[in-house]
């Protein structure tokens, strides 16, 4: 049983899907010349990728399965920890921010792992004001991690189809 929701719902008091375009974010391919390589990692807006790889042995494909598995797990949406309060499921509040703050930290998410562990900290101490607020902000972190990390990808399938397209063509 997954707390991501499968079906799509309101996204009244959730955090925001991630829209269709990027925009213009670090990491993307904006001309043609820098398609033929992968984008590099350490221009990935809102991550210490540098820290991300050294937990990894430096191992930038496990790195980036890890950034596109993170993508897909939490583009589609949260629910949020303040309804679950608001509906008496304290523990699962706790597990979410819990499981964002781990996840977060594991792929070098810096500013989302500080937001949601500020929240989950305020939440274990029994704290109740300004936890909308603290949503928010997690939401906004949310947010701007995946949108990195889709722009990367995006430039990254870009930079492997033009390696896969024969020369003369």
């Known amino acids: 049983d997954k707390w991501i929701p499968q079906a799509p719902q309101p996204l009244t008091g959730r955090a ?22 992968a984008p590099s990692l350490l221009d990935l807006s809102g991550f210490d990728a540098q820290e991300g790889l050294q937990r990894l ?8 399965k890890l950034i596109f598995r993170f993508y897909d797990e939490y583009a589609p ?15 699962e509040a706790i597990r979410l921010l819990h499981t964002i703050k781990g996840m ?9 792992r ?20 603290m949503w928010l902000g997690v939401t906004m972190a949310l947010t701007q991690a995946l949108d990195a990390v889709k722009a990367l990808r995006e430039a990254t399938e870009a930079a492997e189809e033009e390696k896969a397209i024969p020369e003369g063509d």
Do not use: C, W, Y
């Open 114 to 133: 500080e937001v949601a562990m500020h929240m989950l900290d305020a939440l274990r101490a029994g704290e109740r004001q300004g936890l909308d607020a």
């Open 77 to 91: 949406g949260l629910p949020s920890p303040v309804e679950m309060l608001q509906e008496g499921r304290e523990e």
């Open 104 to 112: 977060a930290g594991n792929i070098a998410a810096t500013r989302l």
């Open 16 to 37: 925001p899907a991630v829209a269709d375009s990027a925009g213009a974010q670090q990491g993307q391919v904006t001309s043609p010349e820098h398609a033929a390589s």
């Open 57 to 64: 042995g430096n191992n930038e494909k496990l790195f980036r």
